[in-house]
């Protein structure tokens, strides 16, 4: 299957910077990509829609001028986590579709995010 | 808005025996229903899909089932052993104006399998 690979693993910052998350497909073109937050012991939680070349796509409630995402290339997606706090600390994860049509993922590691 | 069940606490299984998870979900039913294995500290993995229409669907040691009068997904794991430990997620899809239908996720069973 396909490989997702995201960077950092992990981040521990200070209040009030801002961290970038890489999230990279390492084996294919990846026109879409999906960016979740996971706080623990809770559910996966969709924040937005990336979309190569155009803007991303954000759900409901999620600030996109706090979390700013840029899809460059085919195979890159960066999620921003500008000024943050420590209520953003969380499990980040992106995930980009399979060509099964039924929407499965193929899930990054995940970036493990620690505002201090 | 949806919402989506799974027991939250952990299932404890003795290896060999079957364990059942289930995901029950309110409103209307989706497209597709996916399970997903995730390890501690990593991303989920995509187990298996079963489409709105089909009532059954196996792969190796897994089977799942779909009920949408029920509105329930059970998901089989038999002869467990002590590798399938893990957290299964539940995921709805479901298609609107996008080109891909977005996930909802419930917040996943954590099973554990003692030798």
């Known amino acids: ?116 | 808005s949806q919402k989506i069940e799974q027991n939250s606490e952990a299932l404890n299984i003795q290896e060999g025996k079957t364990a059942t998870l289930t995901c029950n979900y309110t409103n209307y039913s989706p497209a597709y229903l996916q399970w997903y294995r995730q390890d501690p500290g990593r991303g989920p993995v995509f187990l298996l899909l079963i489409r709105e229409n089909e009532k059954e669907k196996r792969k190796e040691r897994l089977k799942v089932t779909f009920d949408t009068t029920l509105k329930q997904s059970l998901f089989h794991i038999t002869a467990s052993q002590p590798a399938d430990s893990a957290t299964y997620l539940c995921a709805l899809v479901y298609f609107a104006t996008d080109s891909w239908g977005k996930l909802q996720f419930g917040a996943g069973t954590q099973v554990v399998v003692t030798p």
């Open chain 1, 1 to 116: 299957g396909a490989v997702v690979s995201q960077h950092p693993s992990r981040v521990i910052c200070k209040s009030g910077t801002s961290v970038k998350i890489e999230c990279r497909s390492l084996d294919f073109q990846a026109t879409t990509m999906f960016w979740y937050r996971q706080f623990p012991k809770q559910s996966l939680m969709l924040m937005a829609t990336s979309n190569e070349g155009s803007k991303a796509t954000y759900e409901q409630g999620v600030e996109k001028d706090k979390f700013l995402i840029n899809h460059a290339s085919l195979t890159l997606s960066t999620l921003t986590v500008t000024s943050a706090h420590p209520e953003d600390s969380s499990f980040y994860i992106c995930s980009t579709p399979q060509a099964g049509g039924g929407n499965e993922q193929f899930f990054g590691p995940g970036t493990r995010l620690t505002v201090l």
